[in-house]
């Protein structure tokens, strides 16, 4: 596997279910994003995290619970979510948060298409 | 804060023809560039992105986009477009030194033969 990988690619769930959303990054980064993608809407960034710290955490609902046991990994708990939710999460990673005055490129996986019913 | 604004939400081309899509933004400090490029059911990729140097920048597949400061615009251009070009398109900005992203809502390209 190569790049940013994320698991499911689909998921339907009902409102009162648990899952949670995986994602992996081969590519030896630092950082790490989750990205809420919705219908006619920008892009929202959700959560930041660098060397397994969360360093950002753009007011999200606490239905959502991110954790990022190392560099390589990133989970996106979910818990009574409710059918606004439904959109495509997108998880990416850069090289390092870009503070050393450069900025890092993102890269991103293909999303994880959620519908709460 | 930045904020980004893709005036178009679609915009339809024959195959071959010419495109601009605009991007403009709004920022008090000084910022990256980028746009990124998606296809259906996939995740964004990045297309080009301007740092420093020359405000004309390519990238990948034909693109290029010229940065301009006075107007606040970072637009986007191919000469040629190709059915495959068909994807949505979303231009971005950072603060410099920074990685987080301030996305557009994207602007839709549409070519047809």
């Known amino acids: 596997e190569t790049g940013v990988t994320q698991t499911p690619r689909h998921l339907v769930m009902g409102m009162t279910n648990k899952k949670s959303l995986k994602c992996e990054q081969h590519?030896?980064?630092?950082?790490m994003y989750w990205y809420k993608q919705s219908a006619k809407k920008p892009l929202e960034l959700m959560f930041v995290?660098?060397?397994?710290?969360?360093?950002e955490n753009n007011s999200v609902p606490s239905r959502f619970s991110p954790e990022c046991p190392n560099s390589s990994h990133l989970f996106l708990h979910l818990h009574t979510l409710q059918p606004e939710d439904s959109a495509l999460y997108l998880c990416?990673?850069?090289?390092?948060?870009?503070?050393?005055?450069?900025?890092?490129?993102?890269?991103f996986g293909p999303g994880t298409r959620l519908t709460v019913l | 804060a930045q904020s980004v604004t893709q005036l178009d939400s679609q915009v339809p081309v024959f195959e071959e023809a010419p495109v601009e899509l605009r991007c403009n933004y709004s920022?008090?400090?000084?910022?990256?560039l980028f746009w990124y490029v998606q296809y259906p059911n996939q995740g964004l990729q990045l297309l080009l992105k301007?740092?420093?140097?020359?405000?004309l920048v390519k990238g990948i597949n034909g693109f290029e986009a010229e940065f301009n400061k006075s107007q606040t615009s970072f637009h986007l251009r191919k000469p040629s477009v190709h059915i495959s070009d068909t994807a949505e398109y979303f231009c971005?900005?950072?603060?410099?030194?920074?990685?987080?992203?301030?996305f557009g809502k994207g602007t839709m390209l549409l070519v047809s033969p």
């Open positions: 301007y740092l420093s140097g020359s405000t």
């Open positions: 990416a990673s850069s090289q390092d948060l870009g503070l050393a005055g450069i900025t890092d490129t993102q890269y």
């Open positions: 995290y660098s060397l397994e710290e969360r360093v």
């Open positions: 971005a900005v950072s603060k410099q030194g920074y990685s987080t992203l301030t």
């Open positions: 590519l030896g980064h630092n950082a």
């Open positions: 920022s008090s400090v000084s910022v990256y």
